[in-house]
C-alpha cells in the first residue's frame, strides 16, 4: 500500500475536519454573498479571510484552519448640525432667526411707498 501525498491546499483543507471546513467555508461564503446582494447600496464590500495555522507536533504537523467572513458595513447616519442656543440645541443658526421671524423692517417700507 503506498502512502497518499498532498501537496495541494485545496486538497488538505477539503479534508480537515472529515470535509467540516469546507462546508463552513462554503457556509461563510454563501453568508457574504447574500449581504452584498441585499446591500441597499450600489456599491458595497465584504471580505472572507481563511487562516491557516501550522504546528510541529514531532515528527507530525498538525494543520488548523479558520474562516472570517466580514459582511459590508450598512450605511451610518449623517450628521446633523445644531448650534447651542439659551443652554439647548436648535437647528436654526442663531444669527438667521430674523429670517424667519416675519418681514423685516425694509420689507414693511417697500409696502408702505407708492408702486
Known amino acids: 500500500m503506498t ?13 480537515s475536519n472529515r470535509g467540516r471546513f469546507e462546508e463552513k467555508a462554503n ?39 479558520a474562516v472570517k467572513a466580514k459582511l459590508p458595513e450598512e450605511k451610518g447616519f449623517t450628521s446633523t448640525p445644531f448650534w447651542v442656543v439659551e443652554g439647548g440645541l436648535s437647528v436654526q443658526h442663531p444669527s438667521q432667526s430674523d429670517m424667519f421671524g ?9 409696502r408702505t411707498e407708492p408702486a
Open 3 to 15: 502512502t497518499r501525498v498532498i501537496r495541494s491546499i485545496f486538497q488538505a483543507l477539503g479534508l
Open 102 to 110: 416675519g418681514p423685516s423692517e425694509v420689507g414693511e417700507r417697500r
Open 27 to 65: 457556509h461563510e461564503m454563501q453568508r457574504l454573498i447574500e449581504a452584498l446582494q441585499e446591500h441597499p447600496e450600489d456599491k458595497a464590500k465584504g471580505t472572507l479571510t481563511i487562516t491557516i495555522d501550522f504546528a510541529k507536533l514531532g515528527d507530525r504537523i498538525d494543520m488548523k484552519p
